[in-house]
């Protein structure tokens, strides 16, 4: 079964540090591109960063861009976000989620740009 | 990168159909067949129903239906259910190479 958990949320005070996991199964991870999204409580989804199977090509969003760090381990199936200088604005339930590939005859040629499997989400709350 | 604009909400009756804009500009939406749609129940993740505009998923019905026109993109709900009451959040690549999901639109059935 294809799986994403993540973990590693919490509460933390303004200005401190968080390092969320993703950990994934059931699939051949260091093939896809990975993101997080977050969704603060009562809004909507924002993506946050985005990570290619090779950690050659990095995006993050304006928001987050110098404060938050997206890296993975392909070894371990698992991938990271280093959170630092938390804001209250940060107070969200972290998703880590996968690109949608193509794939035929077990080569895979073709990122398709949603979001095709998600995990459970981890909640992380800033405040003092 | 702004968010891309839905409609807060829409309603409408069982076996009826309602119709969710997406608006974005022509660095997003209107740039690239890059839109995907995703439906999300109360206090669950998010499920992706359409990509690259017009594609469903393997299992997700034809009822649900996505097209686009210039920086808009839609998505099309016919013959509503009782367990389609979720929210909708369309998404785009943009030319930044980020992605940028629309503001959520919560469907109602009477």
């Known amino acids: 079964e294809v799986q994403l958990v993540e973990s590693g949320g919490g509460l933390v005070t303004p200005g401190g540090s968080l390092r969320l996991s993703c950990a994934a199964s059931?699939?051949?991870?260091?093939?896809?591109?990975m993101n997080w999204v977050r969704q603060a409580p009562g809004r909507g989804l924002e993506w946050v960063s985005s990570i290619s199977g090779t950690s050659d090509y990095i995006y993050y969003a304006d928001s987050v861009k110098g404060r938050f760090t997206i890296s993975r381990d392909n070894a371990r199936n698992s991938l990271y976000l280093q959170m630092n200088s938390l804001r209250a604005e940060d107070t969200a339930v972290y998703y880590c989620?996968?690109?949608?590939?193509?794939?035929?005859?077990?080569?895979?040629?073709?990122?398709?740009?949603?979001?095709?499997?998600w995990g459970q989400g981890t909640t992380v709350t800033v405040s003092s | 990168q702004s968010a891309l604009t839905q409609p807060p909400s829409v309603s409408g009756s069982p076996g009826q159909s309602v119709t969710i804009s997406c608006t974005g500009t022509s660095t997003d939406v209107g740039r690239y067949n890059r839109v995907s749609w995703y439906q999300q129940p109360p206090g669950t993740a998010p499920k992706l129903l359409i990509y690259?505009?017009?594609t469903r998923p393997s299992g997700v019905p034809d009822r649900f239906s996505g097209s686009k026109s210039a920086n808009t993109a839609f998505l099309t709900i016919s013959g509503l259910q009782a367990d389609d009451e979720a929210d909708y959040y369309c998404?785009?690549?943009?030319?930044?190479?980020?992605?940028?999901f629309g503001t959520g639109t919560k469907v109602t059935v009477l």
């Open positions: 998404s785009s690549y943009t030319i930044s190479s980020a992605y940028v």
């Open positions: 989620a996968r690109i949608l590939l193509y794939c035929s005859g077990g080569r895979c040629f073709y990122e398709y740009h949603a979001m095709d499997v």
């Open positions: 059931g699939f051949t991870f260091s093939g896809y591109t």
């Open positions: 690259e505009v017009t």
